[in-house]
C-alpha cells in the first residue's frame, strides 16, 4: 500500500456531510491512478506513488474527476411546501 495514503485510509472518524464513499482506486494510462478516499477526497497519484493533486468534495474541479468513480454531484435538497393551508382539513365523508 501506497505510505502517502496510509494515515487517511481507512478514516474511522465521522465523515462530513454524513456521505460516505466507498475507496476505489483507477489505473490511468500514464502508470499513476485516482483514489477515491472515504471522506470523498481524489488523489492523482503518479507512478511512482506520490501523490500529484488532490480534490475536496467541495472543490469546483471535483466532479470531473468523480465522473471516472461514477459519481455525480448531489444538488441540495430542497423541502417541498405543501399547499395546506395549516389547520384545515378536507371534509370527511
Known amino acids: ?3 502517502d ?9 465521522p ?5 460516505r464513499y466507498r475507496r ?8 499513476g491512478r485516482l483514489v477515491l478516499g472515504v471522506d470523498g477526497t481524489i488523489d492523482h497519484v503518479d507512478p511512482h506513488g ?5 480534490w475536496m468534495p467541495d472543490d469546483p474541479e471535483w466532479p ?4 471516472r468513480f ?8 430542497v423541502t417541498p411546501q405543501g399547499r395546506r393551508v395549516l389547520g384545515t382539513r378536507p371534509p370527511r365523508r
Do not use: C, K
Open 24 to 31: 476505489h482506486e483507477l489505473e490511468l494510462a500514464d502508470g
Open 50 to 54: 506520490s501523490t500529484t493533486h488532490s
Open 15 to 19: 465523515v462530513p456531510r454524513g456521505r
Open 1 to 3: 500500500m501506497n505510505d
Open 64 to 67: 470531473d474527476q468523480a465522473i
Open 5 to 13: 495514503l496510509v494515515g487517511r485510509e481507512p478514516s474511522s472518524g
Open 70 to 77: 461514477g459519481l455525480h454531484p448531489q444538488t441540495p435538497t
